[in-house]
């Protein structure tokens, strides 16, 4: 019902910048929160950045003041401006999002974009 479809990813250089977006399709109501985790090689899945319905945001503690999360809610879109990239950033990003699909059922779904590789050099 919910498709979510991430871009933006890439090859570059430390210190460089990349933005990631990710747009929600289907059956959505209203949606409820999205964010953006990541998955680097060996590591486990960690929580980069979240913003919900009322704009409150957080961050993991490596990437503040470097990362900035936003969205757009007429496009049902997510935003992570990445900033000063690091090595240590590498990794897989995957965007996230709980939603509500229907005004009649309070039930919040969560769904996961396919993944978009950021790859950061020295």
């Known amino acids: 019902q919910v498709q979510l479809v991430e871009s933006g990813g890439g090859l570059v250089q430390a210190g460089g910048s990349l933005r990631l977006s990710c747009v929600a399709s289907g059956s959505i109501f209203s949606i409820n929160a999205m964010g953006w985790y990541r998955q680097a090689r060996g590591k486990q899945r960690e929580l980069v950045a979240g913003i919900t319905s009322g704009g409150s945001t957080n961050y993991a503690d490596s990437v503040k003041g470097r990362f900035t999360i936003s969205r757009d809610n007429a496009k049902n879109t997510v935003y992570l401006q990445m900033n000063s990239l690091k090595p240590e950033d590498t990794a897989v990003y995957y965007c996230?999002?709980?939603?509500?699909?229907?005004?009649?059922?309070?039930?919040?779904?969560?769904?996961w974009g396919q993944g978009t590789q950021v790859a950061v050099s020295s």
């Open positions: 996230n999002v709980r939603v509500r699909t229907k005004p009649t059922v309070l039930y919040e779904y969560e769904y």
